[in-house]
């Protein structure tokens, strides 16, 4: 939980929570409306929104999104385990709550670097079903720890859903980010599913450039727009879902929508043939 004990700047207390840097997920979690942010996160997120008042929209389509893809693998193409990287901080309707109303038995490991992330994540992203979730510390940057991990909960001889949401952005180089996808579904059978959101600038390119550089700056890790064609290309290999790569707001909505709302956060799923 966010404590309000003073930090020395540039130090990170014995408990791993930085407060004097802005972090990703906790800044990310204010603009979900969330309460799990300290003043540097609020303070660069509010400077981000004066710049593009539409990262807002944007978080909360990208979470439309990653519960219209669970619901999607989990009912539609009967996946029964999920390797969620990169969680984010508890928020409503996180990915073991959609898989697991609709299949209760479904398993779900989270994977996160931010010591925050995973405090909370232990505390309140607990199945109540007979499916049940896990949690790995690891980095993303090293794809073969989260695998030896994540094969002690989920069996990696059957199909899974893999969620790369709002975090291939913080690879910086994309050949390098692309290989870690691949590394990943390599390791994962056929029938797997992989889903990706993350941001792009192609509805409102300047402002959004120029918000993501006031982060870049201030925060921990820095985080790379992409086009949709660079999306796309982590789908290589894969059969994508219908509609393919769109902004967010137009994968498989509750009702049809008309031109004109896209946010400059594209997405897809994948299915490994
Ligand atoms: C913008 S948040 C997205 C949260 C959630 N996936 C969502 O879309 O709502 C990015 C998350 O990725 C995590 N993250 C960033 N870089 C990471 C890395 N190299 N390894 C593991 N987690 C990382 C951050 O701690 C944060 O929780």
Not at 81 to 110: K, M
Request: aromatic share 6%; net charge negative.
């Amino acid at each position: 939980m966010p404590d309000s004990s003073p930090t020395v700047p540039g130090q990170v207390p014995s408990n791993g929570i930085d407060t004097t840097t802005a972090h990703s997920a906790r800044i990310w979690n204010y603009w979900l409306g969330g309460k799990d942010n300290y003043a540097v996160d609020r303070e660069i997120g509010d400077q981000f929104c004066g710049i593009f008042p539409e990262i807002v929209d944007i978080a909360r389509a990208s979470r439309g999104f990653l519960t219209r893809a669970v619901e999607y693998m989990a009912r539609e193409a009967g996946i029964r385990q999920f390797l969620d990287i990169g969680t984010g901080l508890p928020t409503h309707d996180n990915t073991h709550e959609v898989a697991q109303r609709v299949a209760p038995d479904s398993r779900v490991v989270y994977v996160d670097n931010d010591p925050l992330v995973l405090a909370h994540a232990r505390a309140l992203l607990v199945g109540h079903t007979e499916g049940g979730t896990e949690f790995i510390d690891a980095d993303l940057h090293d794809p073969d720890k989260i695998l030896a991990a994540a094969g002690e909960t989920l069996d990696l001889t059957r199909p899974v859903g893999l969620m790369l949401m709002n975090i291939l952005g913080h690879v910086g180089d994309l050949s390098e980010a692309r290989s870690i996808t691949a590394r990943l579904l390599a390791a994962l059978p056929s029938g797997s599913h992989l889903a990706i959101a993350d941001g792009t600038n192609v509805v409102k390119g300047k402002e959004f450039d120029e918000a993501i550089a006031i982060w870049n700056e201030a925060g921990s890790v820095a985080y790379n727009l992409r086009t949709p064609e660079q999306i796309a290309s982590f789908f290589d290999g894969l059969e994508l879902v219908e509609p393919g790569v769109v902004s967010c707001p137009y994968w498989r909505p509750a009702v049809a929508l008309n031109p004109g709302r896209e946010v400059d956060e594209f997405c897809a799923v994948g299915r490994k043939p």
